[in-house]
């Protein structure tokens, strides 16, 4: 398998695991998935180049922190506040799993009952809008705008 189909597969099975890991450190959800994606475009670009990494998704965890960690210090007004530095544990195994933690934000009493399952479907289990939607007989726009406003309610909380 090449790189790019290698790191597809890592993404998917990855994903939710690494995005509640990433709301640990993240400000917000968004900032959580946007760290993820620019980890994955960068993994595109240099596994194509060096070849697939020992442990990928300890290197997409590392690039992700290391993306939210600079937008941190950007925003930061004083050096004190930004966080310790990171670095990835050698095994895949050593990565903390946040994923209880992720899905019991997904159950907070402020969301919808019915955009919870969905938007755990969303995160926790990688489906896509569309695919969640098609699950629950719902037009993809209307899912979609449901589960941006259940992110802003998990932002503001």
């Excluded at 760290?35 to 020992?54: I, T």
Aim: aromatic letters at 4%.
């Amino acid at each position: 398998m090449n790189s790019d189909g290698l790191l597809h597969q890592v993404l998917v099975q990855a994903r939710p695991r690494l995005i509640a890991l990433l709301m640990r450190q993240a400000a917000s959800l968004d900032d959580a998935e946007d760290a993820l994606a620019a980890a994955g475009e960068q993994a595109l670009a240099a596994w194509r180049k060096n070849g697939m990494p020992q442990s990928p998704e300890a290197w997409l965890l590392t690039a992700a922190r290391r993306r939210l960690i600079d937008g941190q210090r950007r925003t930061s007004l004083r050096m004190d506040d930004a966080p310790e530095p990171w670095t990835a544990p050698e095994h895949p195994e050593e990565i903390p799993d946040e994923r209880l933690r992720l899905f019991l934000m997904c159950a907070d009493p402020k969301i919808d009952r019915a955009v919870q399952a969905p938007l755990m479907l969303n995160l926790l289990q990688g489906l896509t809008v569309e695919q969640a939607a098609e699950a629950y007989l719902e037009p993809a726009p209307r899912l979609a705008q449901q589960i941006v406003r259940a992110k802003r309610l998990l932002r503001a909380a």
